[in-house]
């Protein structure tokens, strides 16, 4: 679990209540109920519009990995890709990794081995790995592109907020006193939208890209890796390309040795 994604979001919170109290006000005028839920709701609702009910379903599952997900880790690929190599290289062949495929829990890995004992050519393996890479990202993309468009939507929804609630102010001008606080009540609604799209929803759409795009780091070393099994490329001179492809102490040192 990286807890980065939860720090930001608590610190963003507590600076604002830190201006709210510095400045003197009641953090309660700001808790107000009616555009919460014309906001969040309205901006889901939105979202939700723009694409298909499987669109929102997957980004509800892919949610939880923005605070619990641990992300990939590109350069321990190339400690299991030439630990394949050697296998290859000390066994005899590459029918010897037909039995390492199924010592991963990976589908990625376990699929490449299993072709690579298959037999399969150079192209086919390519094709099949990068079709399999494609289609990784594409289903990725659509929940942290549903996010996103929930970040999108909410300023906008914030100002309809405010908007209607501004008509009932003039409504209401028969009594003055009265004004001043409902014209800042109807600003609540314009905060909530810009403050969850910024605070909440664009992080963890952009935190949810960034641990895809972690993930897709790693299956492209994996699969330059099997294509230079596949090619009869040493263990060592693979090892010294894949890190290359990494930044540099990425590998694990315990496991790289």
Do not use: C
Request: charged share 20%; proline share 5%; no cysteine.
């Amino acid at each position: 679990m990286d807890p980065a994604t939860i720090i930001g979001i608590v610190i963003a919170f507590g600076s604002l209540v830190a201006m709210v109290m510095l400045e003197g006000a009641h953090l309660t005028s700001l808790l107000l109920p009616a555009p919460i839920i014309l906001v969040v709701g309205g901006s889901i609702a939105a979202a939700l519009a723009s694409g298909t009910l499987k669109d929102a379903i997957a980004a509800g599952r892919a949610l939880p990995r923005a605070f619990t997900g641990k992300p990939a880790q590109p350069g321990a690929a190339i400690v299991d890709v030439v630990r394949a190599a050697e296998v290859v290289q000390n066994d005899g062949g590459l029918l010897a990794l037909e039995a390492e495929s199924q010592k991963t829990d990976d589908p990625f890995e376990r699929s490449a081995l299993q072709s690579l004992a298959d037999g399969a050519d150079a192209d086919q393996l390519r094709t099949l790995l990068e079709e399999r890479i494609e289609t990784k990202a594409r289903q990725d993309g659509v929940a942290y592109g549903f996010v996103n468009a929930i970040g999108g939507y909410a300023p906008t929804i914030g100002i309809i907020g405010t908007v209607v609630s501004l008509t009932h102010v003039l409504e209401n001008l028969s009594d003055p006193s009265t004004l001043g606080p409902m014209i800042a009540a109807a600003f609540i609604a314009t905060l909530w939208g810009i403050m969850s799209a910024n605070f909440i929803w664009l992080p963890l759409g952009a935190k949810l890209k960034r641990i895809s795009d972690l993930e897709i780091e790693r299956l492209n070393v994996l699969l330059e890796g099997y294509m230079s099994i596949q090619a009869g490329t040493r263990a060592r001179i693979i090892d010294e390309r894949l890190r290359t492809m990494v930044p540099e102490g990425a590998v694990p040192l315990d496991e790289a040795a």
